[in-house]
C-alpha cells in the first residue's frame, strides 16, 4: 500500500486540492509499519535522502481525521517518527503521545498503555522531498499543512485563507 506522495507531485495542487487529497488518501496503520517502510518505497529503492513532512491519521473516526502533522529536515523520518513513541517520562521527542494523553485530560495513565492505544489506531502518510529542495520549503509545507488541515493534537493560528492558492506558491516561490 502506497502511504506516501511525492511533494513534486502535489506542489501545483491549489491547497484545497491538497487537503482533499490528504483527507481521502488511506495511511499505513501505525501497527502494521516497519523499519522497512521507513527506508524503502514499495519498489524497493530508498527513500532518500528520508526528509519531508508526516501525517498522523486517527483511523478510528469514521474519515480517518488528521490527527498531527510533523517534519523531517534534519532527521530522517527512520529516526524521527519512531521518536514519537519513546514512553519516557523525560523524552521530549515524544510529541504525538504527550500530546494525545493531554487531549485524553488525564496525565496518570502511563505513557505505554498510551503508546499502544495510538499505535492501535493511527496511521501515517508520508510526503517526501528530494535533496534538491530547499529545506525550507519542508517547515513551510508542515506550517501550510498545520493551519489549513486543522490536525486536532498540533494545529496552527489560522491565517488568511490559501485555498486558492497553489503549494508552490506557499511553500517554496520566495525560495526560487
Known amino acids: 500500500m502506497k502511504a506516501y506522495l511525492y511533494f513534486s507531485e502535489i506542489k501545483k495542487l491549489k491547497v484545497k486540492d491538497l487537503v482533499e487529497k490528504l483527507n481521502s488518501i488511506k495511511p499505513k ?7 522497512k517502510d521507513l527506508i524503502f518505497l514499495e519498489n524497493g529503492k530508498p527513500i532518500c535522502p528520508g526528509h519531508g513532512v508526516y501525517i498522523f491519521y486517527d483511523l478510528s473516526k469514521k474519515d480517518g481525521r488528521i490527527a498531527y502533522v510533523g ?6 523520518f527512520i529516526e524521527r517518527i519512531p521518536s514519537h513513541f519513546d514512553i519516557r517520562e523525560d523524552a521530549w521527542m515524544n510529541q504525538l503521545i504527550t500530546k494525545y494523553r493531554e487531549k485524553k485530560v488525564n496525565d496518570t495513565i502511563p505513557l505505554h498503555k498510551i503508546a499502544k492505544e ?7 502518510v508520508l510526503i517526501l522531498f528530494d535533496s534538491e529542495t530547499p ?15 486543522k490536525p486536532y493534537l498540533n494545529p496552527c493560528k ?4 490559501n485555498q486558492d492558492r497553489t503549494v508552490d506558491e506557499l511553500v517554496c516561490a520566495p525560495l526560487n
Open 29 to 35: 496503520k501505525l501497527s502494521d509499519l516497519s523499519i
Open 71 to 76: 517534519r523531517c529536515e534534519s532527521r530522517s
Open 118 to 124: 495510538v499505535l492501535d489506531k493511527y496511521g501515517v
Open 135 to 149: 529545506r525550507e520549503c519542508i517547515r513551510k509545507l508542515e506550517g501550510l499543512l498545520r493551519r489549513e488541515c
Open 158 to 161: 489560522p491565517k488568511d485563507s
